[in-house]
């Protein structure tokens, strides 16, 4: 069962410490992936090339990192949304790993929990770990505390 948080900016301080998620699973193609290595400029064999990919330990294509990681905006907003926000914004990342690899055609999903709200002027930021599963896995494939920040 997903547990969605909905808060409205004013009451951010009372969700510290609630989990969130799963999101719905999302299928990752290799038609995206080859958008975001022309977008990004990593054309690494692994990522586009599934003849060389399929001769490596991965057996195929696999989706990049930092794709993956792009795919917490529409995931998360699934299953965390402020209301009531004057402007909203990612700050940052406290810590950010890959354990695992995602093959391209797999589906990932997103889950996390608010560590912290700490008030800030005109608002509040929060720590918000996030942990990607990929379906069928044994690992997480990402693994970051997102740093959120949420002005009224």
């Given at each position: 069962m997903t547990n969605r948080l909905s808060v409205a900016v004013s009451d951010l301080p009372s969700i510290e410490g609630s989990a969130f998620g799963?999101?719905?699973?999302?299928?990752?193609?290799?038609d995206e992936v080859n958008d975001y290595a022309r977008l990004s400029g990593d054309m690494n064999p692994i990522h586009v090339d599934p003849e060389f990919a399929a001769t490596t330990p991965y057996g195929g294509t696999i989706v990049h990192g930092l794709f993956t990681l792009s795919?917490?905006?529409?995931?998360?907003?699934?299953?965390f949304e402020v209301t009531e926000v004057g402007l909203g914004i990612n700050y940052g990342s406290n810590k950010l790993r890959f354990p695992a690899p995602v093959p391209v055609g797999s589906r990932v999903r997103v889950h996390g929990v608010v560590k912290s709200v700490t008030e800030v002027t005109g608002g509040y930021?929060?720590?918000?770990?996030?942990t990607f599963d990929v379906e069928g896995g044994e690992k997480p494939v990402l693994v970051t505390e997102l740093v959120l920040r949420y002005y009224r």
């Open positions: 799963p999101s719905e699973w999302r299928v990752i193609t290799q795919l917490v905006v529409p995931l998360m907003a699934e299953i930021q929060l720590e918000v770990p996030v």
